[in-house]
């Protein structure tokens, strides 16, 4: 049983550790290409809105053309 305490305990204290490492890179997440924005740095272009740290466009987005192809329920 004291076994099986401390197995668990080091899975969340290596869980833990894991999030903090994640959260610490997490400026990684958006995409490398993406225009920062926010505070003290540059406005968005137009056409785009700064949300979450990048310019995101705003047009919804669209669903293609109409390929033909049958649709089954």
Known sequence: MSTSIWLS???LLFSVALSFL???YENFI???DAQRCGIDMPACPFGTHCGNGYCL???PPA???NTGLPVYP
């Open 57 to 59: 466009n705003t047009q």
């Open 30 to 32: 958006g995409s490398p």
């Open 63 to 65: 669903l293609p053309a």
């Open 9 to 11: 305990l080091g899975l």
């Open 22 to 24: 994640l959260v610490s």
